[in-house]
């Protein structure tokens, strides 16, 4: 069984995406494998082979702007998310499953305890000089930024640095001078970064909006009145107070905003000269912001939204517009200066369609519930057709395998009836904006394909793999729409796939690749105490 | 889990029995007691406006209720698409809001010092929110045409403050003897924050002040230091703050400074004004 790519991107020439715990480069010219980066393994105690020579970075790269893609996954096995139920390993695979199995079980902890290998990246971005790769590792929190190493035809990512963040990053973006990382976290805080940090950083320099806080009795009996106040007192003294020391950062940071929620996605726009910070929540919220160094400065909201936002897109020619996506049936389409709502445009009927279309057989689980829909993603893409350059969004959703292609009008309306890619598996990323592959394309679009899981389903494993399928498809963008290429990348042969072996690392594997219904908020949560 | 079974019986009794009471009796605050924290953080099963184009207030104050006639107001900024629901219009927006409004003294003691001003209560606990519901629903009752500018409704602040408020829609927030959250892994959880001190700047108009009070040291240094180090605020000279008649009411009328003034214990009180948003960097 192949383990599939759970986010990708673009760095320069190059294609980056990360399968579990490993990072393949390809060469987006002939799709051939360049390298793969592996985390330090904790047994042998060393990292991937280090680089003999620091290789120079050749020039020869290509700087055509690479809008650094980011491809966010939450933590789903912590709060606010419920512990996904995850299939039994001797339910013998192919065999429908009830979705809201009784089954509880921490896939983290027992996949730890099995001794598996859990280090797995949630996000890969890029800076637009495709010199630089950024990935996160969930489970360390870290945020690691890795040379593009090419020389003489060889290419290697090479680690600089790995920085531990206090909570789980949830979405991070590079500034356009590619100086900053902007990392959200799963506790709603949005902290900058320099892309290197710095050697001679002083803690207390840290954050700017943050006072310092030195440690002082909070209160002693004399200030204390009422029971309630008195008890919490107790209770400090019972604790030591160290937690603030244990979370100072140690390297160079700054807390620029922060939602009392989950945050799902961050992105950064530049509108009439001035910058912007866009913030979406589990609470429904999309925070406008203004950028660096005013981002303590909320220039507005769009609401309108009543599950949670998931995604975020502005096409890149059109900044005014924003487009936003998540738990609704619909996708809305927001002149977000103003706050003001331009259309909404329903999904969940055509995934419905699409749904029944496959039928039972393919679609096994949820086919009778009511159809609940979280995008995945959305992204922008331009392509001709018929001589016209249009603006395509293109939009996914968790456990559907389908591309859903809509028309973005000029007006900002998006066509109602997209156009419905069926895929061979659930989609897991996509990457817009590619070099293009050959003459006369236009709109070339690559495409991580889950081919554990069978198509329509997050939990359901497909019965005896081929081994033969494809991860990543590539997609042409010709009058009629998108339509599969037969260039193909040269993926590399599992090498171990001991994860895909037991029910631990089945269960790690969907929760890595399916969280966001996680984030649907449930009747009976939090129960008012 | 409310409390004990045969306490929560008492309460429904109570409360099923209220429709025999005449409507000018006060609500008796023991059969609205409930856990001292609700954890900001959780979902709650919260109902809250999904913008406050959706907000309708006409049942929290019906006295200001623009036209009755006009009932299907849809609101402008989402005209274009439709929001499925009319609300009624006010003839004013609410300007004030007690956060943490507790069992809502400094609400209702506000209300006849600017009996034109629509001042709202947020509190995140039920019962709590319910008494000072009940309480405002007696008052109205024992004194027509007075208190009908004060209202309370559940809310977690924390969370929604901009579903319920317009950029720059209120002139003055309270923050009255918020919970301390002692613990540092708890801090997190304290209504002052820099990161949440953007959102009151975004609904505290410039001019307007956010006023607080504590009887913890450590809770007034904190809301200082951070107040202080957002660049939307500034700390209010004391001649100034003394001079506040909201100053004097909010430390009198509220439930935790009544208890606090009985215990002849320490108020610490400190004003932040908002301040105009500088120029693009
Ligand atoms: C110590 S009481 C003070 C009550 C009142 N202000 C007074 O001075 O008497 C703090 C109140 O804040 C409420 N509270 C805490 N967090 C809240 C939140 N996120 N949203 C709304 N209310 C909250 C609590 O339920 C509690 O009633």
């Known amino acids: 069984m192949r383990m599939p790519y759970q986010c990708m991107t673009r760095c320069g020439d190059i294609l980056v995406a990360a399968r579990g715990s490993s990072i393949d480069s390809f060469r987006f010219q002939d799709g051939s494998l360049l390298s793969t980066w592996k985390p330090p393994s904790s047994q042998d105690g060393q990292g991937s082979k280090a680089p003999e020579t620091v290789a120079e970075i050749t020039t020869k790269l290509d700087s055509r702007n690479s809008e650094s893609s980011v491809e966010i996954a939450l933590d789903a096995a912590s709060p606010p998310a419920k512990k996904r139920k995850l299939s039994k390993s001797e339910e013998s695979p192919g065999h429908p499953e009830r979705k809201n199995g009784k089954k509880k079980q921490n896939n983290r902890a027992s996949a730890l305890s099995s001794g598996l290998e859990t280090l797995a990246v949630i996000i890969l971005a890029s800076t637009t000089d495709g010199r630089h790769v950024i990935a996160v590792t969930g489970e360390d929190k870290s945020i690691r930024v890795f040379e593009n190493v090419v020389k003489d035809g060889t290419q290697e990512l090479k680690q600089l640095s790995q920085r531990a963040m206090p909570k789980r990053p949830c979405a991070l973006v590079i500034s356009s001078d590619n100086s900053t990382i902007i990392s959200a976290d799963k506790f709603g805080d949005v902290y900058a970064l320099p892309l290197f940090p710095s050697a001679n950083y002083i803690k207390s320099q840290g954050q700017t909006l943050e006072p310092a806080k030195p440690f002082v009795p909070a209160a002693n009996e004399l200030t204390i009145h009422s029971q309630r106040n008195r008890k919490a007192l107790e209770n400090q003294k019972k604790h030591t107070n160290k937690v603030s020391e244990k979370t100072e950062l140690s390297f160079e940071h700054r807390l620029l905003l922060g939602h009392v929620s989950l945050l799902t996605h961050l992105i950064l726009v530049t509108s009439a000269k001035k910058d912007y910070i866009i913030t979406a929540d589990r609470d429904e919220h999309i925070r406008i912001s203004r950028g660096i160094p005013q981002t303590h400065i909320i220039e507005g909201f769009c609401l309108g939204h009543t599950e949670f936002v998931s995604r975020l897109c502005i096409p890149r020619n059109r900044p005014d517009i924003l487009i936003s996506a998540g738990g609704d049936d619909e996708i809305f389409v927001w002149d977000w200066k103003s706050g003001e709502l331009i259309s909404r445009t329903n999904l969940t009927k055509h995934v419905e369609a699409l749904k029944k279309k496959l039928g039972g057989a393919e679609i096994v689980d949820e086919s009778i519930e009511l159809v609940k829909v979280a995008v995945s993603g959305l992204y922008h893409t331009r392509a001709h057709v018929d001589d016209h350059l249009l603006d395509f969004i293109i939009v996914t959703c968790e456990g559907i395998p389908a591309l859903f292609s809509f028309h973005l009008h000029l007006d900002g309306d998006l066509l109602q009836d997209p156009q419905i890619v069926e895929l061979p598996g659930n989609p897991l990323a996509v990457l817009t904006d590619i070099p293009l592959l050959s003459e006369g394309s236009t709109g070339d679009i690559v495409v991580s394909i889950d081919t554990v899981h069978l198509p329509g389903s997050t939990t359901v494993l497909r019965s005896e793999p081929s081994g033969t399928e494809k991860c990543l498809m590539i997609f042409h963008h010709w009058d009629v729409g998108l339509v599969p290429s037969d260039a193909a990348y040269t993926e590399p042969v599992e090498d171990d796939d001991s994860v895909l072996r037991s029910g631990e690392g089945i269960g790690w594997l969907s929760n890595l690749l399916y969280n966001l219904e996680n984030l649907r908020k449930r009747d009976g949560d939090g129960q008012d105490a | 889990m409310v409390g004990p079974a045969n306490k929560r019986q008492k309460r429904d009794e109570y409360k099923n029995a209220k429709g025999d009471k005449p409507a000018t009796e006060l609500p008796k605050k023991k059969f609205y007691r409930q856990r001292a924290h609700a954890n900001p953080f959780?979902?709650?099963?919260?109902?809250?406006?999904?913008?406050?184009?959706?907000?309708?207030?006409?049942?929290?104050?019906?006295?200001?209720?623009?036209?009755?006639?006009?009932?299907?107001?849809?609101?402008?900024?989402?005209?274009?698409?439709?929001?499925?629901?009319?609300?009624?219009?006010?003839?004013?927006?609410?300007?004030?809001?007690?956060?943490?409004?507790?069992?809502?003294?400094?609400?209702?003691?506000?209300?006849?010092?600017?009996?034109?001003?629509?001042?709202?209560?947020?509190?995140?606990?039920?019962?709590?929110?319910?008494?000072?519901?009940?309480?405002?629903?007696?008052?109205?009752?024992?004194?027509?045409?007075?208190?009908?500018?004060?209202?309370?409704?559940?809310?977690?602040?924390?969370?929604?403050?901009?579903?319920?408020?317009k950029k720059h829609q209120l002139s003055k927030v309270f923050l009255c003897f918020p919970d301390p959250h002692f613990k540092a892994r708890k801090h997190k959880a304290r209504i002052v924050s820099t990161t949440l001190n953007s959102e009151y700047a975004y609904v505290v108009r410039p001019g307007g002040i956010i006023y607080t009070i504590t009887d913890v040291e450590d809770v007034h240094n904190w809301m200082v230091q951070h107040f202080n180090a957002h660049p939307s605020f500034e700390r209010v000279g004391e001649e100034e703050q003394e001079a506040d008649e909201c100053v004097k009411t909010m430390r009198v009328e509220t439930e935790e400074g009544k208890k606090v003034e009985r215990n002849k214990g320490q108020k610490f009180v400190a004003l932040f004004g908002r301040l105009e948003d500088p120029a693009w960097e």
């Open chain 2, 42 to 165: 959780s979902d709650h099963q919260l109902t809250y406006p999904a913008s406050p184009a959706h907000m309708d207030w006409s049942s929290y104050y019906p006295a200001f209720v623009l036209d009755t006639s006009t009932e299907q107001i849809v609101p402008e900024n989402l005209a274009r698409v439709g929001t499925g629901g009319a609300v009624k219009k006010l003839k004013q927006d609410v300007e004030v809001a007690d956060i943490g409004c507790g069992f809502g003294g400094l609400t209702v003691a506000l209300a006849p010092l600017m009996p034109n001003t629509l001042i709202l209560g947020l509190e995140i606990r039920t019962q709590v929110t319910e008494y000072v519901q009940e309480r405002i629903r007696a008052l109205r009752a024992q004194h027509p045409g007075q208190y009908e500018n004060a209202a309370c409704l559940r809310a977690n602040t924390m969370k929604f403050l901009p579903n319920f408020f």
